[in-house]
C-alpha cells in the first residue's frame, strides 16, 4: 500500500488539515522513525537539491585526487612526454577543479543551510551534530585538495603517488561515515556503523599496501629480466 493510501486510510489528510491549516497543499506527509511528519515541500526540494550536490562534490574529490596522481606520476616521465602529459592534467584538473568541485562544495553548504532554517528543529538531534563534524573534516579535505591542485598547477609535488593514492581513499572513508550517520541515526546502530567503518578503513589500507607491494614486486622482476 503506497503512502498515499495510507494516509487516506488513517484520515492523516484531515489531520494534517488541522495541523497545518489552509496550507496543507505545500505539504508532504512524511513517515519516519514510527511517526508521521508533516513537512513543507520546500525542506523536500531543498533536501534534494543539497544531496544532488553532494554527490557532485564527491564525484569531483574522487576524480580530482586520481588526476594529481597522475600528474605526479608523469613528472617522473622523460621529456617531452613529462610536459606533454604535465600541460594536459593542468587542463583537466583546472576544469574539474572550478568548474564541478568547487560549486559543488558551495551548494552543498548553501543548500544545508537553507534546509537548517527552514527546519530548525534537526539541529536538536544529536546524530546531526557527529555528522556536522564529519563534514567540517572534509571541507577541510577540501581544502588540502586545493593546496595540492594549486602546487601540481606549477609542477610541484607535495606527496607521492603512493601518498595520494592513500589521501583519495579519506574521501571514501568520509562517505562512508556520513551515509551511515544518515541513514541509521540509532546510537546502537550507529555503534554498529561506525565499528564497521572502522574495520573497513583498516581494510582498505592494507589492501592499498598489498597492491603497492605486489607492484613494486613486478616492476622488480621486470628490471632483473
Known amino acids: 500500500m503506497g503512502m498515499k493510501k495510507i494516509a487516506?486510510?488513517?484520515?492523516?489528510?484531515?489531520?494534517?488539515?488541522?495541523a497545518v491549516g489552509p496550507n496543507v497543499s505545500r505539504c508532504s506527509l512524511v513517515f519516519q522513525e514510527g511517526s508521521w511528519y508533516a513537512l513543507p515541500m520546500t525542506v523536500l526540494?531543498?533536501?534534494a537539491l543539497h544531496i544532488i550536490f553532494v554527490v557532485t562534490w564527491?564525484?569531483?574529490?574522487f576524480y580530482i585526487v586520481r588526476l594529481?596522481?597522475?600528474?605526479?606520476e608523469a613528472l617522473q616521465e622523460a621529456e617531452p612526454r613529462r610536459?606533454?602529459?604535465?600541460?594536459?592534467?593542468?587542463?583537466?584538473?583546472?576544469?574539474?577543479w572550478y568548474g564541478i568541485t568547487w560549486p559543488s562544495a558551495?551548494?552543498?553548504?548553501?543548500?544545508a543551510s537553507a534546509l537548517l532554517f527552514q527546519a530548525p528543529g534537526m539541529l536538536s538531534q544529536g546524530w546531526l551534530h557527529l555528522k556536522l563534524l564529519f563534514v567540517l573534516a572534509l571541507?577541510?579535505?577540501?581544502?588540502?585538495?586545493?593546496?595540492?591542485?594549486?602546487?601540481l598547477q606549477r609542477d610541484q609535488a607535495f606527496m607521492s603517488s603512493f601518498q595520494l593514492r592513500l589521501w583519495n581513499e579519506l574521501a571514501t572513508i568520509f562517505l562512508f561515515a556520513i551515509v551511515f550517520l544518515v541513514v541509521l541515526k540509532n546510537s546502537v546502530s550507529l555503534l554498529w556503523g561506525m565499528l564497521f567503518l572502522f574495520f573497513f578503513s583498516l581494510l582498505l589500507m592494507g589492501a592499498i599496501r598489498y597492491f603497492r607491494k605486489r607492484t613494486?614486486?613486478?616492476?622488480?622482476?621486470t628490471n632483473h629480466s
Do not use: D, N, P, W
Not at 139 to 151: E, Q, R, S, T, V
Open 58 to 61: 564527491f564525484a569531483g574529490l
Open 45 to 47: 526540494y531543498l533536501k
Open 106 to 111: 558551495v551548494l552543498t553548504a548553501s543548500f
Open 139 to 151: 571541507y577541510a579535505y577540501h581544502f588540502a585538495c586545493h593546496k595540492i591542485f594549486l602546487g
Open 8 to 18: 487516506t486510510h488513517l484520515g492523516m489528510s484531515k489531520l494534517l488539515q488541522f
Open 68 to 72: 594529481f596522481i597522475y600528474h605526479t
Open 216 to 221: 613494486e614486486r613486478r616492476q622488480l622482476s
Open 83 to 96: 610536459s606533454i602529459l604535465a600541460t594536459q592534467f593542468k587542463i583537466m584538473s583546472r576544469r574539474l
